[in-house]
């Protein structure tokens, strides 16, 4: 399999503290956060129903969709509520001002169960 290299996704001033932006890279659609002084990169939808992550209300590590209240850490990737979800994560490197990420996710982002069954 072929190694999957960094992409450049934005600038880090394109994105406030406590803020977040969906960038576009080899197709897959990627939420970047800002938030304690870090970046951090996941899947750019909830997992619930596909709402951007981006449009999602941030406080401290926590990101919440705001249409039916799913709730993430925004270190892990790990559901909060409910807690047997889970966002890809992807790793991202600062050079200089850019922010580049790489579209290959470090982890599967499944959930702990086999949720096919349900009709959101
Ligand atoms: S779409 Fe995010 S909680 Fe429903």
């Known amino acids: 399999m072929p190694e999957v290299d960094f992409e450049f996704a934005c600038l880090a001033s394109d994105i406030p503290e ?8 080899n197709g897959l659609e990627i939420t970047i956060f800002h938030t ?48 047997w979800t889970a966002l890809e994560t ?10 580049w990420v790489k579209p290959e996710a470090e982890n599967s982002g499944a959930d702990e169960f086999d949720t096919s069954a349900f009709d959101w």
């Open 36 to 83: 304690l002084n870090r970046f951090v990169a996941h899947s750019g939808v909830c997992k619930h129903n596909g709402f951007k992550l981006e449009l999602c209300e941030i406080t401290g590590d926590s990101v919440v969709c705001p249409l039916h209240g799913w709730k993430y850490s925004i270190s892990t990737g790990k559901g909060i509520k409910p807690s």
């Open 18 to 25: 406590n803020g977040a932006k969906n960038v576009n890279l």
């Open 90 to 99: 992807y790793p991202v490197a600062a050079r200089g001002e850019e922010l």
